[in-house]
C-alpha cells in the first residue's frame, strides 16, 4: 500500500505537478483564496476535488465522520476551520455534502453498533436528533431508503448548525455567503442539491447543458 502511495507522489511530480507548475508557484508566494468551505464525511470514496474537478486552491475542506457541524459550544478542529474559512479566507460558500452509504449515518440508526467505539460515538451524539426524525417520518421505508434520507436530514440538520455560529448568520443577513447542502450518490456519481422551494434534493444540472438546465428529483 505504502508502495502504491509513494509511486503515486512521483507519478504526481512528473504528471499532475510538471503540467500546472505555474498554478502552484502563484498559490504558494500568494497564498490561498478558495472561494468554498467544503465540508465532507472522511469516507474514502468521498473525494472532493475530483467530484467538483476543482484544482488546488479551490476548496478549504473539512472532513470528519458524518460531515457534522458541532454546536459553537463544543470548541472543537471543525470549529476553528469554520472560524478560519469564514472569518480569515472569507469565503463566499460553505457546503455541506454527505453522501449515499454514509457509514457514520447508519451507525446513528442503528447505535447499538457503536457500543465499544466510545469516540465515535460521543462524535455522533452531535447529530442524535436525527434519529428521532428519521424514526418519526421515514420509519416506513425500507433500510437502503431510510438510510439515503437520514443521510439528506443530516446535511438539512448540520446547515441549521451552521447557522448557530454568530460569524455565519451575519454573513448569511449581509448576503456575503451562501450555505448550501448536496448529497453525493455513490453509485451514480450524481451529486443532489438541496431546493429550500421545492424542500428536496434536486440533481444537480449542468448549467452549460441545454437539456439540463432543469432540476430534477432524485
Ligand atoms: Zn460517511
Not at 457541524?69 to 472560524?83: E, F, M, R
Request: proline share 6%; glycine share 8%; hydrophobic share 40%.
Amino acid at each position: 500500500m505504502i508502495e502504491k502511495l509513494v509511486k503515486g507522489i512521483h507519478s504526481f511530480q512528473t504528471g499532475y505537478f510538471a503540467k500546472h507548475q505555474g498554478l502552484f508557484e502563484e498559490l504558494s508566494t500568494e497564498g490561498q483564496r478558495p472561494e468554498a468551505l467544503f465540508v465532507t464525511c472522511s469516507d474514502s470514496r468521498v473525494v472532493p476535488s475530483l467530484i467538483t474537478n476543482s484544482a488546488p486552491g479551490d476548496l478549504f475542506i473539512v472532513r470528519n465522520i458524518g460531515n457534522v457541524i458541532p454546536s459553537p459550544d463544543l470548541p472543537g478542529g471543525t470549529a476553528a476551520a469554520l472560524q478560519y474559512a469564514v472569518e480569515v479566507l472569507e469565503v463566499q460558500n460553505i457546503i455541506v455534502c454527505g453522501h449515499t452509504q454514509c457509514g457514520a449515518i447508519a451507525a446513528l440508526l442503528n447505535p447499538e453498533n457503536m457500543e465499544k467505539l466510545q469516540y465515535v460515538r460521543k462524535w455522533l451524539a452531535q447529530a442524535a436528533d436525527l434519529r428521532t426524525v428519521i424514526e418519526g417520518r421515514y420509519g416506513h421505508l425500507a433500510p437502503e431508503a431510510k438510510l439515503t434520507a437520514a443521510v439528506e436530514e443530516n446535511v438539512l440538520v448540520q446547515l441549521e448548525h451552521l447557522r448557530a455560529y454568530p460569524f455565519v448568520s451575519e454573513r448569511l443577513e449581509a448576503g456575503k455567503l451562501r450555505l448550501m447542502g448536496w448529497v453525493f450518490e455513490l453509485a451514480t456519481g450524481k451529486v443532489f442539491n438541496y431546493d429550500p422551494h421545492q424542500d428536496e434534493f434536486t440533481v444537480l444540472a449542468d448549467p452549460d447543458d441545454p437539456d439540463g438546465g432543469g432540476a430534477k428529483p432524485r
